[in-house]
């Protein structure tokens, strides 16, 4: 009985000590995400995991142990686009007009989705599904959003109305609407100041 009782704190330190990568499992790990960038930048978020894996010079049970899933994928894949967006939320924070800064925030955010064909659509989809690895970046990104349109209807340029999960789905729509018609690049730009048009209206 005694040796058990004093096994359980063994196995809970354990626990609590973060693996660390090893090398060869970090360059993997890191060949993997460079191929998957390359892969849906030319041929959108649907790519093949399977020739991911291949160009990484890896099999699929490599890129399925460091990637379980294709949304864990395009979670990491994002990740620098969305550092980017957190860091230029800040920054817009104490520029002089909030609603300017909230709509080219938007604008930024229907940028980096683009860079990906098919990102807007699977960011959509997960905006409610916690369980998807692609949701983590949903919060932060609300956080961010959420701050800039508070300060923009604190300084009465914002319906009070507006909700920030229901503008994050706009501007979704918004990239995957510009991403559907390739050949006007002017289109996320007209949608996005209609958009700001109906914040505005009382």
């Not at 620098?80 to 007009?97: F, G, I, K, V, Y």
């Not at 949903?138 to 956080?143: F, L, T, V, Y």
Request: glycine share 6%; proline share 4%.
């Amino acid at each position: 009985m005694a040796s058990t009782t004093s096994a359980e704190p063994q196995k809970t330190r354990e626990a609590a000590i973060p693996r660390v990568m090893r090398a060869d499992a970090r360059r993997n790990h890191d060949r993997l995400l460079t191929e998957a960038r390359a892969a849906f930048a030319a041929h959108g978020t649907d790519a093949s995991l399977e020739d991911v894996a291949r160009r990484a010079g890896v099999g699929i049970g490599t890129l399925y142990r460091h990637f379980p899933n294709r949304h864990a994928l395009l979670s990491a894949v994002f990740e620098d686009a969305l550092n980017d967006l957190l860091a230029r939320a800040r920054e817009l924070l104490t520029a002089p007009e909030p609603c300017t800064a909230l709509v080219t925030w938007l604008r930024e955010m229907v940028t980096h989705a683009g860079e990906y064909r098919g990102l807007s659509r699977a960011l959509m989809s997960v905006s409610s599904d916690t369980s998807s690895a692609l949701s983590r970046c949903n919060e932060p990104i609300r956080q961010a959003g959420g701050a800039l349109l508070t300060r923009a209807q604190e300084a009465g340029k914002v319906r009070p109305d507006v909700e920030i999960g229901d503008l994050l789905q706009l501007t979704h729509a918004i990239a995957l609407a510009a991403e559907e018609s390739g050949e006007d690049p002017q289109l996320a730009d007209r949608l996005l100041n209609l958009t700001l048009r109906g914040l505005k209206d009382a």
